[in-house]
């Protein structure tokens, strides 16, 4: 198995990098179009001028700054000459325990025909901390960009509705409001943009259900399809949603797209028009737009059909086949690896009984090489600034795990963990081939994939295309280097000629190995394109071996020694490429409490770490659950006392108190006098059966209760407020019971006199509750 000279596997070992990071460009964004684009076209440059009027500041429901966003954005579909409407509601969260009131826009454009019409949404709203740029300005900006060249374009047959819609960071309250309105009734296909970074592909992740029609669309019509029906088992793993969730559950057809490379970014104040790629853009509208002008001239009534199997090859081209051909495909296999074991059994090159020893030392050396990667994860993280990462609870058996927000240098740590992961993946083979010939363990390798495969085949159909095709593959070519003993030392270019082509399928792993990697970064999820690469690796074995024989000094494991060494070399510059600056900034949590009731301010982080900004107000800081402002606090939390400033605290105006005899009920007029932008409701009763109901501008919520001092609490969260900056709470009783009602109100900035060190440009916001808030607390009983 040695190749013909140590410059031809140097050679091969070059060509497969090359071929490997070439599957990778292949699936980069196309090349941004200019604003001077045909008026047809979609432009990105001309999409990115909306980018950079949405994402001026972060524009979250509520504050003054998502009104500027809303308004900018109404008039830009009402200069596109469509039918335009505000629709503004309360709604209450598909699962409870909270209401968001919303600002919908939605736009229509006119088809020629009566019938069923393409629905194209994204949200408008971003997080506290985030200007929104990528999340979800780009998708916006696409959609507006779209609607310009449809107008611009000749005539659809279907009408075509834009959405834009509000609250989708707190919990998808503009989808839910939108199904609810008198338009949702026509729609007959739906596309949902999204973001989870800021540059990359954009990747057609979710289909709906019965997606024969729809990926059959998506392949026709998409300038650049880029989707496999493994993507969406794995969104299925992940603990999300987006918009799109509320009209799939609703039985809609459609597809979900997003881009997700620069998670680090990700609802963070580095989602800046600056950082989002162009080429993202341009992807996001080109797909968007060669869709709708498809779907905008189908039938779209029957839009269901039995559900497929897709994948994209290199690059953009699209593969689609029926779910009934699996096994057509897992037959065709199950031959292929007979013929090889019988083959490989008449040659003398293998045994059964070998070759089932491989399976299970192959198994043992990708158990053993996840052992050693998962410490070596948590010992970088804690190498890595700690403001990136936000600690478990101190004291907790899982303290020594940390929750990254991302990474910055994903590419880099990818590297350094596929040198670490090949040499000591090399290092193990060199030792079981003491054991076992080469043969028998490339057949183990085989033999244990294939199972997979057949698990896959029973539990998960869509994904078995992954591991079928490279395994099909290199059986064959095994088989051929077998049956024509293309193994032996004459026959050396021929054996590498051979190889070589049957490695290629698996080297189509690597883009999906990239993608697993950048998804999860250093969370404990890595360890899935870690076990993807290791198979790579062991698909790659026979001219691994080669490769590895070839390159030998004093018969020593010369390859697996230096790539494990470069490995460390890259971990250590990846590490060191981390380094906090103005352009990768440290992630701080600070927010400022005030109970108007007792006077008392406290400065408070959910991150138990503090950075060299955050430590000045943090200077007496004890670390405990914060039950003096919530009461049913049970995390633990950074904690010091704040210089209490006269805040206007919210009111609650009790508006009607009825009773019959099986119930009372309260209605009690609530109100942001600083002008906040949502509220945290307690109710607090002494059994938990005393509260019946509890709906909040006539919207019903269903909130969990805990126990606190006094009885049970009942907690509501009203995300976004009108613009008079009032709700009306409703609780309905049992007769004569008595209410406490906590009232918070959430604005999302830091009282600017108490701030005495100005944020750094090298440190920005984190994200979510507890960080750059000011809560005011006012308690009333009724």
């Known amino acids: 198995m040695i190749f ?49 009027e949405i994402a001026r500041e972060p524009h979250a429901m509520g504050t ?39 600002f919908n826009l939605v736009g229509r454009l006119k088809g020629q025909k009566p019938g069923k019409a393409v629905l194209m949404l994204a949200h408008y709203d971003s997080q506290p901390n985030s200007r929104g740029a990528a999340d979800d300005g780009s998708g916006v900006a696409a959609i507006l960009e779209t609607a310009r060249a449809l107008k611009n374009g000749p005539p659809l047959q279907n009408d075509v509705i834009f959405l834009l819609t509000d609250g989708e960071e707190y919990g998808l309250y503009g989808a839910q409001a939108f199904v609810r309105h008198p338009w949702a009734k026509d729609v007959g296909f739906v596309m949902n943009l999204e973001s989870r970074g800021v540059r990359g592909p954009s990747m057609t992740f979710e289909i709906s259900p019965e997606n024969g029609w729809a990926v059959d669309a998506l392949a026709k019509a998409a300038p ?14 992940l603990p999300n949603s987006t918009d799109f969730t509320v ?28 950082n989002l790629d162009l080429g993202t853009l341009q992807h996001h509208g080109s797909n968007l737009l060669g869709l709708t002008r498809y779907l905008g001239n189908q039938p779209l009534d029957h839009t269901k059909a039995p559900d497929k199997v897709f994948f994209n090859t290199v690059g953009f081209q699209m593969v689609q086949y029926p779910m009934s051909l699996n096994w057509l495909f897992v037959g065709l296999l199950t031959l292929t690896l007979i013929v090889a074991l019988v083959v490989g059994s008449r040659k003398k090159v293998l045994t059964l009984g070998q070759s089932l020893a491989g399976a299970v030392l192959f198994l043992l050396m990708v158990i053993l090489i996840l052992a050693l990667l998962w410490p070596l994860t948590v010992f970088v993280r804690q190498l890595m600034p700690d403001a990136y990462h936000i600690r478990v609870a101190e004291g907790s058996p899982l303290s020594f795990l940390y929750f990254i927000n991302g990474i910055y240098a994903s590419d880099k740590f990818l590297i350094a963990y596929a040198l670490l992961t090949t040499g000591v993946f090399g290092l193990l083979v060199r030792v079981v081939m003491r054991w076992i010939r080469p043969f028998s ?11 997979l495969v057949m698990v896959q085949a029973f539990l998960l159909p869509a994904t078995t295309f992954q591991l079928m095709f490279p395994l099909l593959f290199s ?97 250590a510059w990846a590490i060191r490429a981390e380094a906090p600056s103005t352009v990768q900034p440290l992630h701080s949590q600070v927010s400022y409490y005030l109970n108007a009731d007792t006077g008392k301010a ?34 633990q939390l950074l904690k010091n006392s704040a210089q209490p400033l006269a805040l206007q605290a919210p009111t609650a105006e009790l508006l009607s108190d009825s009773n019959t005899t099986t119930s009372r009920t309260v209605r009690i007029k609530l109100r942001s006098v600083r002008g906040a932008a949502g509220f945290e409701i307690g109710l607090i009763a002494k059994d938990t059966a005393d509260i019946q109901s509890i709906f909040v501008n006539n919207e019903p919520t269903k909130p969990g209760s805990a126990p606190v001092s006094g009885g049970h609490l009942f907690s509501v969260v009203a995300n976004g407020l009108p613009l008079n900056k009032e709700m009306t709470l409703t609780v309905r009783t049992r007769p004569g019971a008595s209410l406490r009602l906590l009232l918070y109100d959430q604005s999302m900035s830091l009282p600017k006199s108490l701030v005495k060190i100005p944020l750094p440009a090298n440190v920005v916001y984190e994200q979510g509750a507890g960080s750059n808030q000011t809560v005011v607390r006012k308690e009333f009983t009724f």
């Open 4 to 52: 013909s000279s140590k410059i031809s596997a140097v050679l091969v070992l070059l060509l497969l990098i090359g071929i490997s990071v070439w599957t990778i460009r292949a699936m980069q964004p196309p090349s941004p179009l200019p604003t001077t684009a045909p008026a047809t076209e979609f432009s990105a440059q001309r999409a990115f001028a909306h980018v950079r």
């Open 64 to 102: 003054p700054a998502h009104v500027t966003a809303r308004a900018y954005l109404l008039n830009q579909l009402r200069a596109l000459n469509l039918e335009t409407e505000v629709q503004e509601t309360a709604v209450s969260h598909r699962r409870g325990g909270s209401v968001g009131y919303v």
């Open 224 to 237: 650049y399809p880029l989707a496999s029906s493994l993507m969406y088992e794995i969104y299925r793993i």
């Open 247 to 274: 009209f799939r559950l609703a039985g809609y057809s459609g597809l979900n797209s997003a881009f997700i490379d620069g998670f680090v970014h990700y609802h963070k104040l580095t989602d800046s028009p600056d």
């Open 441 to 451: 363990l490339i057949m183990g390798v085989y033999l244990l994939l294939y199972i």
């Open 475 to 571: 059986l064959v070519g095994t088989g051929a280097v077998l049956q024509w003993n293309l193994y032996q030392r004459k026959s050396r270019l021929s054996y590498e000629l051979v190889t070589l082509g049957a490695a290629l399928p698996a080297l189509f792993l690597i883009p999906l190995v990239r993608l697993l990697f950048v998804t999860f970064d250093l969370q404990l999820p890595i360890v899935g394109s870690m076990v993807l690469f290791i198979i790579t690796l062991g698909l790659l074995l026979p001219i691994g071996v080669g490769i590895e024989q070839s390159l030998r000094w004093r018969n020593g494991p010369t390859v697996a020694i230096a790539v494990l060494v470069l490995g460390l070399l890259t971990t």
């Open 602 to 635: 406290y400065w408070m982080s959910p991150s138990t770490t503090t950075d060299p900004w955050k430590q000045q107000f943090f200077t007496q800081s004890t670390i405990g659950s914060f039950p003096e402002f919530y009461p049913a606090s049970k995390r």
